[in-house]
Nanobody, 121 residues
C-alpha cells in the first residue's frame, strides 16, 4: 500500500507564512513527479506547484515568487513553503505523487487526504 500524508496547514493572517509537508510511504519503487494542488470552495482543483525527478519545478502564475516547492528524494517527501499569503490562497491543499510500485509498469497518481489552509484578511 502507498500513503501520502500531509501536515502543516492551519490559519494564518494575510502576509504570513506556512510550510506544508508531505511524506509518501509504503511499497514504492520510483517517484516521478511530486507536488501540490489546491481546491477552494466552489472551484476546481488547480495545480499549485510540482517538481519532477530531475529537479525542474513548475508553479501556478498566482503563486510565483511567493511559494517555493522542494523535494527530498531520499525521504520521499515534498514541501511547500508559502510566504506572503493572501486570502485567495485559502483552500484545501492536496499532495500528489506520480509513482510506480515494485513490479508495476505504469506510473500512477496517488493523493493525500488534504490539509486546510485558511488565510484571514
Amino acid at each position: 500500500q502507498v500513503q501520502l500524508v500531509e501536515s502543516g496547514g492551519g490559519l494564518v493572517q494575510a502576509g504570513g507564512s506556512l510550510r506544508l509537508s508531505c511524506a509518501a510511504s509504503g511499497r514504492i519503487f520510483s517517484i516521478n513527479n511530486m507536488g501540490w494542488y489546491r481546491q477552494a470552495p466552489g472551484k476546481q482543483r488547480e495545480l499549485v506547484a510540482a517538481v519532477i525527478s530531475g529537479g525542474s519545478t513548475n508553479y501556478a502564475d498566482s503563486v510565483k515568487g511567493r511559494f517555493t516547492i522542494a523535494r527530498d528524494n531520499a525521504k520521499n517527501m515534498v514541501y511547500l513553503q508559502m510566504n506572503s499569503l493572501k486570502p485567495e490562497d485559502t483552500a484545501v491543499y492536496y499532495c500528489y505523487a506520480k509513482l510506480k510500485r515494485p513490479g508495476e509498469f505504469l506510473y500512477i497518481d496517488y493523493w493525500g487526504q488534504g490539509t486546510q489552509v485558511t488565510v484571514s484578511s
